[in-house]
């Protein structure tokens, strides 16, 4: 007998018919003689439509309210879970963040679970039922409903397969695994059998829509296995674990890319200490994300270029604070909101030579030409004109034999 946590996405749950299916996957595993929790997210669409009506009502939506709003969907799905293991003969019941609870700390629409209490969960565990929690969402120590971000439901899954120190958690999307990009776009995409925390959490953060960045870091930070699984099918899901029980054979596991950055260049910088500070400051303060940060070195040592991407949804603030930032003194500034980020994943490349040539020469020989480069052990990422984002995905995919 093992105790397991199952949290299912958005698509998986987003129709009563696949709430249903999903209740039947769960039963499954009861019948089996498993403690099962429940983890579910909205229904496919409906955080996107209550941040619509959010909208209409004002642009300035208090962010206080809007967590009350955008947990409702959530606790819409639990119901309905619950209310479909009902009918299949299974003791279920919906608990909501306040029930039972679930502590988080931190500001609205970004905050993180820190504790969470067990016992009543775990008594009705042991009577045989299964316990349906609404993921995303926490209440703070004041009493208020929080939010843990987008993708949040992922983190709630890892965190309470932490604390009720379960043996699984596993999680269900509409694909069969991590792929090696995204098969939407990349027929001849395979899927990963096994794959480290380290490059999962870079293919997250990188666009991987898998699974979000948080929980692969969480689930990295408590050693906490996860398996993805697909809802729609049997096959077997992708596993992701510590890097001791990956085979390291190929230099690259995957292609990630993501259409939603931008660049900024600043031209005629002064060259002296303090001014790239002076220039993320206001930019920290704002929350807007800095990604790469690429610094000319000037012939006169005067004057340089300094060049950064963030996203495009937050490339026109970061311009106008730094417009609006008398400390930065700059002959010019430039925007071009029409690239894409294109990685390479890998913890192999690290005991494999060559790779930065071979991802170089490949994209020349495309005449896809380069605008910023990033490193790191099991990472190379490039920004490229988005126009041959596709291009660049699928030559590099075959180079690196990922077929």
Not at 202 to 215: F, N, P, T, W
């Amino acid at each position: 007998m093992a105790k397991k946590v199952l949290k299912f996405g958005g698509t998986s749950v987003g129709s009563v018919k696949r709430i249903a299916h999903a209740a039947k996957i769960v039963k499954k595993e009861q019948d089996k003689g498993n403690k099962v929790i429940v983890i579910v997210s909205a229904m496919a669409g409906t955080t996107n439509n209550l941040i619509e009506h959010s909208k209409s009502i004002s642009k300035k939506f208090h962010k206080r309210e809007l967590d009350v709003l955008l947990s409702s969907g959530e606790q819409v799905t639990s119901a309905l879970m619950a209310g479909a293991l009902n009918d299949l003969g299974v003791k279920s019941k919906s608990w909501m963040n306040w029930q039972i609870p679930i502590i988080t700390e931190g500001e609205h629409a970004n905050a993180r679970i820190i504790k969470m209490n067990v016992e009543n969960i775990n008594n009705y565990l042991e009577q045989g039922g299964v316990a349906v929690i609404p993921g995303f969402q926490g209440v703070s120590k004041s009493g208020d409903i929080t939010t843990i971000g987008r993708g949040g439901s992922d983190a709630t899954a890892v965190v309470v397969a932490k604390i009720f120190q379960t043996d699984s958690c596993e999680i269900y999307t509409d694909v069969d695994g991590v792929y090696s990009s995204d098969p939407n776009k990349i027929p001849l995409a395979k899927k990963i059998d096994k794959i480290s925390y380290e490059e999962m959490l870079e293919l997250s953060s990188l666009g991987a829509k898998v699974m979000q960045s948080s929980a692969v870091q969480a689930a990295m930070m408590n050693d906490i296995p996860i398996q993805v699984k697909s809802t729609f099918t049997n096959r077997e899901g992708t596993e992701i674990g510590s890097q001791e029980n990956i085979d390291y054979s190929k230099a690259v596991t995957g292609v990630a890319y993501s259409k939603d950055d931008a660049k900024i260049t600043l031209i005629g910088v002064e060259d002296k200490p303090g001014v790239a500070a002076d220039i993320f400051e206001p930019l920290s303060k704002e929350q807007i994300n800095v990604d790469m940060v690429i610094q000319n070195i000037s012939a006169d040592g005067n004057k340089t270029d300094l060049t950064f991407t963030t996203k495009r949804q937050e490339s026109k603030n970061a311009i106008s604070l730094i417009k609006s930032n008398k400390k930065i003194k700059y002959e010019k500034i430039n925007l071009n909101d029409k690239v894409s980020k294109i990685s390479i994943v890998g913890a192999g490349m690290v005991a494999t030579p060559g790779v930065t040539y071979k991802m170089f020469r490949s994209l020349a020989e495309e005449k896809i030409n380069i605008l910023a480069i990033s490193t790191s052990e099991i990472k190379i990422s490039v920004i490229i004109d988005e126009n041959s984002t596709i291009d660049a995905v699928k030559k590099l995919h075959k180079i690196f034999n990922l077929e």
